[in-house]
């Protein structure tokens, strides 16, 4: 069983910045895909980023690619998500997932094949 934490959420002004963490219990998440999801209110949680299980390849939706870096580091079992340029669209509740896929070069973009969840961090972006 994995037990995911984030943190680093809050309040920030448009144009800010942020960087979420997330950290790992129970169990090593190194041969885990990591990924970060977000829900706003009254609309479906959607992908925002994910990692594979080497780090060497990453996944952008194309509203945050340019913007956010997602980042982990396995020695301390916590995954990060860089925020940058924020903007109003980007408030929601930002929520890390774990994968206990197979592929070390890969990670998924869909909720679905995300087995573990953290309880989520908000974040609000003021105008």
């Known amino acids: 069983q994995v037990q995911l934490v984030e943190s680093g959420g809050g309040l920030v002004q448009a144009g800010g910045s942020l960087r979420l963490s997330c950290t790992a219990s129970g169990r090593t998440t190194g041969t885990y895909a990591m990924g970060w999801f977000r829900q706003a209110p009254g609309k479906e949680r959607e992908f925002v980023s994910a990692?594979?299980?080497?780090?060497?390849?990453?996944y952008y939706a194309d509203s945050v690619k340019g913007r956010f870096t997602i980042s982990r580091d396995n020695a301390k079992n916590t995954v990060y998500l860089q925020m940058n340029s924020l903007e109003p669209e980007d408030t929601a509740v930002y929520y890390c997932?774990?994968?206990?896929?197979?592929?070390?070069?890969?990670?998924?973009?869909?909720?679905?094949?995300?087995?573990?969840w953290g309880q989520g961090t908000q974040v609000t972006v003021s105008s």
């Open positions: 990692i594979s299980s080497s780090g060497t390849s990453t």
């Open positions: 997932a774990a994968d206990r896929g197979l592929l070390p070069n890969y990670a998924s973009t869909r909720l679905r094949n995300y087995d573990y």
